[in-house]
């Protein structure tokens, strides 16, 4: 039973930054993705890394903005976010998958995730 465990967020001005990050129980080596994700209106993945051949890439909307990172020693991994505007007030939630994942369509990645940390609140004020 994998858990993932989310710290970060918080309230934060309009351009300035926040980093989430998620910490497994296990090891993120025994899945073939690793996705951000935004709650609403339904979950989008704003970032998505596919273990086999490093692919990282992010939604339209934070392209150039946020940065998917790693820490192996750590098994913990993160989400750099910059620049941000009231659009990206949102819960957004770590997640995990085996199998083929990182499927883009309309702007944002998704794929069916086996695990879901608990989530972070991200408020960008003006």
């Known amino acids: 039973q994998e858990q993932l465990v989310q710290s970060g967020g918080g309230l934060v001005q309009a351009g300035g930054s926040l980093r989430l990050s998620c910490a497994a129980s296990?090891?993120?080596?025994?899945?073939?993705?690793i996705g951000w994700f935004r709650q609403a209106p339904g979950k989008k993945g704003v970032a998505c890394f596919r273990?086999?051949?490093?692919?990282?890439d992010y939604a339209d909307s934070v392209k150039g903005r946020f940065i998917f990172s790693r820490d192996n020693a750590k098994n913990t991994v993160y989400l750099q976010m910059s620049d941000l505007n009231s659009e990206d007030t949102d819960v957004y939630y770590c997640?995990?998958?085996?199998?083929?994942?990182?499927?883009?369509?309309?702007?944002?990645?998704?794929?069916?995730?086996?695990?879901w940390g608990q989530g972070a609140q991200v408020t960008v004020s003006s």
């Open positions: 997640a995990v998958n085996r199998g083929q994942g990182c499927v883009y369509f309309g702007g944002y990645y998704y794929f069916d995730a086996d695990y």
């Open positions: 273990r086999s051949d490093g692919f990282t």
């Open positions: 296990g090891s993120f080596s025994d899945y073939d993705a």
